[in-house]
């Protein structure tokens, strides 16, 4: 049976359910990564990170095992995080738009796609949860870039540049190569930039490296233009997140005031508010931005002047 064979929503299908199996291992890396002495091959088999038991073939089965245990340890009892399903299902999500945002039969671009997706979803998780990106997904990405372009110039197809300087607006492998490498340096360059700018500014570091690195190995995948645009889109999100954030915080605090019936002044809730809420990772949202111009870039640059 080949696979190409099938119609196209099927094949949708397909990769969607790939995605669900990639996505109980991504859980894996989001666990471990960050965790000095594991990798993602050491221990062999996946264990509960509780009572470290080994798990049985029939734990591991995405989702259904997660719904059959009720979201239990079966060894332990322990409470398995909501991060463990909702990870395979993006991942499911994820694949499975790749596949249909992609022309119908090009499997070495959702391929290209997919790794790319699956790389964003680890930087989110391992983020928010560690304030840091892993650099075998930042760094990694930047080595990989350059090699997946040569393979797949497809995924240049809306990078200027390398329209630029392909043959008659065709990218070709050397075009998407150069399309890659200058995607690297702009994406990781700008980010460096701001930072800098705002080290200069406000006398405090505005910029994780791990942001400056997961950018450049994004502009290697998309382009410079790209990148750019994926920073904006991220910037948006990550705005509107920050004041959502702080809101948050603010109910919070009335909420107890309230409760108390403490004479606590609004703009000194105000106030704490803001500095509870100043701390969330940029990376998740400059992921988001990533993601969204990985898939749909090349359907809006068409509509761009330039
Ligand atoms: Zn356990």
Same mark, same amino acid.
């Given at each position: 049976?080949?696979?190409?064979?099938?119609?196209?929503?099927? @094949? *949708?299908?397909?990769?969607?359910?790939?995605?669900?199996?990639?996505?109980?291992?991504?859980?894996?890396?989001?666990? #471990?990564?960050?965790?000095?002495?594991?990798?993602?091959?050491?221990?062999?088999?996946? @264990?509960?990170?509780?009572? $470290?038991?080994?798990?049985?073939?029939?734990?591991?089965?995405?989702?259904?095992? *997660?719904?059959? @245990?009720?979201?239990?340890?079966?060894?332990?009892?322990?409470?398995? &995080? *909501? =991060?463990?399903?909702?990870?395979?299902?993006?991942?499911?999500?994820?694949?499975?738009?790749?596949?249909?945002?992609?022309?119908?039969? +090009?499997?070495?671009?959702?391929?290209?796609?997919?790794?790319?997706?699956?790389?964003?979803?680890?930087?989110?998780?391992? +983020?928010?949860?560690?304030?840091?990106?892993?650099?075998?997904?930042?760094?990694?990405?930047?080595?990989?870039?350059?090699?997946?372009?040569?393979?797949? &110039?497809?995924?240049?197809?809306?990078?200027?540049?390398?329209?630029?300087?392909? @043959?008659?607006?065709?990218?070709?492998?050397?075009?998407?190569?150069?399309?890659?490498?200058?995607?690297? $340096?702009?994406?990781?360059?700008?980010?460096?930039?701001?930072?800098?700018?705002? /080290?200069?500014?406000?006398?405090?570091?505005?910029?994780?490296?791990? +942001?400056?690195?997961?950018?450049?190995?994004?502009?290697?995948?998309?382009?410079?233009?790209?990148?750019?645009?994926?920073?904006?889109?991220?910037?948006?999100?990550?705005?509107?997140?920050?004041?959502?954030?702080?809101? #948050?915080?603010?109910?919070?605090? =009335?909420?107890?005031?309230?409760?108390?019936?403490?004479? /606590?002044?609004?703009?000194?809730?105000?106030?704490?508010?803001?500095?509870?809420? =100043?701390?969330?990772?940029?990376?998740?949202?400059?992921?988001?931005?990533?993601?969204?111009?990985?898939?749909?870039?090349?359907?809006?640059?068409?509509?761009?002047?330039?």
């Amino acid at each position: 049976m080949n696979l190409l064979e099938l119609a196209p929503p099927m @094949q *949708w299908i397909w990769w969607g359910g790939m995605g669900l199996f990639v996505g109980s291992f991504l859980n894996v890396a989001i666990h #471990r990564l960050p965790r000095p002495g594991m990798t993602v091959s050491k221990p062999r088999r996946s @264990q509960c990170p509780s009572c $470290a038991r080994g798990l049985t073939w029939k734990e591991n089965v995405p989702l259904l095992s *997660w719904l059959v @245990q009720g979201g239990r340890c079966r060894g332990c009892g322990w409470r398995i &995080p *909501w =991060r463990y399903p909702l990870v395979e299902l993006l991942t499911a999500l994820l694949w499975f738009l790749a596949a249909w945002m992609s022309p119908a039969g +090009d499997w070495p671009l959702v391929l290209a796609r997919v790794v790319v997706l699956s790389g964003l979803v680890v930087a989110t998780f391992v +983020d928010f949860e560690h304030f840091e990106i892993p650099d075998e997904v930042s760094i990694g990405g930047m080595v990989l870039a350059p090699l997946a372009s040569l393979l797949v &110039p497809e995924l240049h197809r809306a990078t200027s540049l390398s329209r630029l300087l392909g @043959q008659a607006g065709e990218v070709d492998r050397w075009s998407a190569l150069v399309g890659s490498l200058v995607g690297v $340096a702009i994406g990781g360059g700008v980010l460096l930039g701001i930072g800098w700018l705002g /080290k200069l500014l406000f006398r405090r570091e505005a910029m994780g490296l791990g +942001d400056v690195k997961l950018l450049a190995a994004a502009g290697g995948f998309v382009g410079p233009g790209g990148a750019l645009a994926a920073l904006v889109l991220g910037s948006v999100v990550a705005s509107v997140a920050g004041v959502l954030n702080v809101a #948050r915080f603010y109910c919070l605090s =009335r909420g107890r005031v309230s409760r108390r019936g403490a004479r /606590k002044s609004v703009g000194r809730s105000l106030a704490s508010a803001r500095i509870a809420g =100043r701390y969330l990772p940029f990376g998740p949202y400059l992921a988001l931005g990533i993601g969204i111009v990985l898939l749909a870039w090349n359907h809006v640059v068409r509509w761009l002047p330039i």
